[in-house]
T-cell receptor, first 115, second 112 residues
Framework: AQKVTQAQTEISVVEKEDVTLDCVYE???????LFWYKQPPSGELVFLIR??????QNEISGRYSWNFQKSTSSFNFTITASQVVDSAVYFC????????????FGKGTSLLVTP | DTGVSQNPRHKITKRGQNVTFRCDPI?????LYWYRQTLGQGPEFLTY????????KSRLLSDRFSAERPKGSFSTLEIQRTEQGDSAMYLC??????????FGPGTRLTVT
């Protein structure tokens, strides 16, 4: 069963628009971590953020922000004032203590930002 | 550059041949992971090592696949008797224990 669901396959926005990428996860562990990775056209996965299951505080880093809600098992990612360089595939991932913290990735959301 | 490196970056092989990929992790990271990514999908976990010990293998890792990390530093992933379905990007990642994983650029395998 898919443990991480990214329902949005593709999103297209115009530069300077805000965009939110959705992520819903499923786990029975009490200790787990959630991640977002960016995969630009060059192909290399770039780490963006890690949150642990005990820390529900939202986080902001420049134009990026993340909203973690355990009540809805969601970990959404918002890009404010999007730029063309944000065009990439974004993956949400879950790692669980009982599986050695191996990453379970969602299928990814392809974001296209046009000028 | 002290990031994760992988060699070769591209490999084209004929069905039935054996191939071996190498991953050099970030030096102080004791965990090393292998993933496979096919077009349009997220990476899928194959196996991981803590130091030289292989601690978990996915059911995706058939008997034709073997991975080693002999001295707890670099790792190799070998595929024997390759099949067309093995064509994918093979990704390596390393991490300090329980922390975020940093990925290498991957090895793209094409089986003809």
């Amino acid at each position: 069963a898919q443990k991480v669901t990214q329902a949005q396959t593709e999103i297209s926005v115009v530069e300077k628009e805000d965009v939110t990428l959705d992520c819903v996860y499923e786990t029975r562990d009490t200790t787990y971590y959630l991640f977002w990775y960016k995969q630009p056209p060059s192909g290399e996965l770039v780490f963006l953020i890690r949150r642990n299951s005990f820390d529900e505080q939202n986080e902001i880093s420049g134009r990026y922000s993340w909203n973690f809600q355990k009540s809805t098992s969601s970990f959404n990612f918002t890009i404010t004032a999007s730029q063309v360089v944000d065009s990439a595939v974004y993956f949400c991932a879950l790692s669980e203590e009982n599986s050695g913290y191996a990453l379970n990735f969602g299928k990814g959301t392809s974001l296209l930002v046009t000028p | 550059d002290t990031g994760v490196s992988q060699n070769p970056r591209h490999k084209i092989t004929k069905r039935g041949q054996n191939v071996t990929f190498r991953c050099d992790p970030i030096s102080e990271h004791n965990r090393l992971y292998w993933y496979r990514q096919t077009l349009g999908q997220g990476p899928e976990f194959l196996t991981y090592f803590q130091n030289e010990a292989q601690l978990e293998k996915s059911r995706l890792l058939s008997d034709r696949f073997s991975a080693e990390r002999p001295k707890g530093s670099f790792s190799t992933l070998e595929i024997q008797r390759t099949e067309q379905g093995d064509s994918a990007m093979y990704l390596c990642a390393s991490s300090p224990q329980g922390s975020e994983q940093y990925f290498g650029p991957g090895t793209r395998l094409t089986v003809t």
